[in-house]
């Protein structure tokens, strides 16, 4: 049975808040990663920038669709939503583009549980945590992919 710790990346790269996305970027280019954890200085994971974050910033500005009623405008999308997606658009930093409080996984976790987690989630990268909330590797999608290539096949003739 493989577990994350049998998978998972240990040479870990991250990124604080304040690191500008350009530089995020230049990162996750640069090595090919899906995602990078955030950490704050005490080096407590705060958060996840990802690819797609950063994809976020090319796209125009949502235009809020309405419906009148009773002369009044009645939005159909919820304000904080278009809120955040404006958020990440205009980000100079990390911090305004992230994804907060990230899913997790701890280095036990087995690796089925980890990919139903990353495919039911739509999740590609997920930092390792130990015990005590440390940061300790990173389980991406490709992590999987290469276990599965490992693993021996069965056969039940």
Known sequence: MLTVKDIMSTNIV???PDTEIIEAAKILLE??????PVVDDSGKVVGIICQSDLVAQQKSLPIPTLFTFLDGFIPLTSFKKMEREIQKIAAITVADA???????????NRIETVAALMADNKLYTLPVLDDAGRLM????????LKSFIKRPVSTDE
Do not use: H, Y
């Open 137 to 144: 590797g990173i389980v991406g999608k490709e992590d999987l």
């Open 31 to 36: 090595n090919r990663f899906n995602g990078l």
């Open 98 to 108: 992230m994804t907060k409080n990230p899913v997790t996984v701890k280095p036990d």
């Open 14 to 16: 991250s990124v604080k």
